[in-house]
């Protein structure tokens, strides 16, 4: 079935005028992929079992292996559909405008995503302002906070002037004590 639909995609493509030229090559890159991955997975299945199987066991095996492989494409489609939710749904309809196979996707999912999408899109342009008010904010107080800093530090420097010319004034009246003994 899948083939099926690797090859409608394919050949529908030329029917899809009203898209632009990077949808219709992602639709037909679809296909194609599509379709490659459903002829490598038959053509290694039959080798598989041709190599491998000797007896009815291991053929049991081998469809254990296989239903596992089909189990994990699913999980991959899941992560797909979560991570590009938009162009699988927009692939769905498509499909379902263009092929006689339906997925029932109509233009209200297509809708409901793009509410979504512009409400996370909403709330995190809300989350970034608020973190660049935060950040401002912060920033602002860190200058004032600053600047009250450095004007106690001008303060403290200008009391350590002062203090320094009163230790040299005392230490010149010491050394002018000092060579009084001595001479006397």
Partial sequence: FDLMKGFYLIVHVPRMVHFSVLKQLRYLFSGIMICLIVVIFFYVSIVYNIAIARTNTELIVNAVIFSF??????????VYEFFCEYWVVELKEASSKYFWFSFKHTTESVQVLEDKHDEKFNVNMLAER?????????LRKEILQLKEETKDLKEVTEEMKEVTEELKKELKEMKGILLDMVSN
Avoid at 133 to 138: G, H, L, Q, R
Wanted: net charge negative; aromatic share 6%; proline share 0%.
């Fill in 69 to 78: 492989i089909i189990t994990i494409d699913e999980q991959f489609h899941s």
């Fill in 130 to 138: 608020e973190a660049e008010v935060s950040c401002e904010d912060k």
